[in-house]
């Protein structure tokens, strides 16, 4: 039941990966703008302009282009940036690492301060307490990320200058490193003086994905722990004798816990979405820093490649946490 289940999410991954490759495909070619004249100084000549066109497929119909480019994406050949004259997949295989880096630091951080709140909400129930957590979480969601990310700045890189606000790490820091993981290599060569130049530079850019998120994540798990204090399972912890806080936390937030692993793997999606803009806001060099760069340039080969890879890790991502939630969901996995 569960391979059956794995196999049919594959299969609509494929079709969605399918769909979306349409989609930009076209809509990139649609909109008006030449990326060969961007390329070619002011006196090219126009036998110029059509050999690069021929070079890169322009001078094709957009159905005979997207044939091309798709069976070059089946063999790993995802073409070569118009701006940098590079393979594209390598050009996101290199940025992608820090996009990665910096969402989950973003995730561990909006559950950490989503989950604090919640439990802390929940002991302290229909106290002022609980209400003071409520009016937060209102404000931290009226409040878009990248609107996070200019406060964090001015606030901890321009009145209190205490965290870096531009890059990924320190130049004269960056040593050989044989991965793009800075952050998990640095930990593993036991490099922490990299570890903590890489914290400083990536905590407030995650710290701005993650206020957002982990409000959601603090309403919607509160919310669950006061649905399941009621339940007989619960009461009957108290009549043994146990404390509120062993109630709460050993009793109730297994149960509780489950529709909010479901919100956190969908809400990590957008996150990781979100990091475009973040990492303009920070010149934090990932791959939605790049994103922004591929557009205004027109590099279309680039667009494309980046636009799959952010799919495919929605959809992978997606199909992680509907298999997690069937594990851990008791009627789902004996059903």
């Known amino acids: 039941m569960l391979a059956r289940r794995i196999l049919t999410r594959l299969l609509t991954t494929l079709v969605t990966l399918l769909g979306v490759s349409i989609v930009v495909f076209v809509v990139i070619r649609v909109v008006p703008g030449n990326p060969i004249a961007m390329m070619l100084p002011p006196g090219a000549t126009q036998a110029d302009i059509d050999r690069l066109n021929a070079l890169y497929g322009f001078d094709r119909s957009i159905l005979a282009q997207y044939f091309i480019w798709l069976g070059g994406v089946v063999q790993g050949d995802f073409g070569t940036s118009i701006q940098t004259r590079q393979p594209v997949l390598d050009l996101v295989l290199r940025r992608l690492p820090a996009t990665l880096e910096l969402a989950i630091m973003a995730l561990v951080i909006a559950v950490a301060l989503g989950g604090f709140l919640a439990l802390t909400g929940t002991r302290l129930r229909g106290t002022a307490t609980e209400g003071a957590i409520d009016v937060g979480n209102g404000m931290a969601l009226s409040i878009p990320d990248f609107l996070w990310g200019l406060v964090l700045i001015l606030l901890f890189g321009v009145l209190w200058p205490v965290f870096d606000i531009s890059g990924r790490v320190s130049p004269s820091l960056v040593p050989e490193f044989y991965t793009r993981f800075f952050l998990f290599e640095s930990v593993l060569r036991l490099r922490f003086d990299l570890w903590l130049d890489l914290v400083r530079h990536m905590l407030m850019p995650a710290l701005a994905l993650a206020i957002p998120l982990a409000a959601i994540i603090g309403q919607l798990l509160k919310q669950s722990l006061k649905e399941t204090m009621h339940l007989d399972y619960v009461t ?27 919100l956190i793997g969908v809400q990590f999606t957008f996150l990781i979405g979100g990091t475009v803009i973040i990492e303009r806001l920070f010149s934090y060099e990932g791959l939605g820093n790049m994103a922004i760069d591929a557009v205004i340039n027109r590099d279309l080969p680039l667009i494309q490649g980046i636009v799959i890879v952010f799919a495919l890790l929605f959809t992978v991502i997606n199909l992680i946490v509907d298999l997690l939630y069937t594990v851990l969901n008791p009627r789902l996995r004996n059903a």
């Open 236 to 262: 009957l912890a108290r009549t043994k004798g146990y404390g509120e806080n062993h109630v709460i936390v050993r009793e109730a937030l297994r149960n509780a816990v489950l529709p909010t692993l479901t």
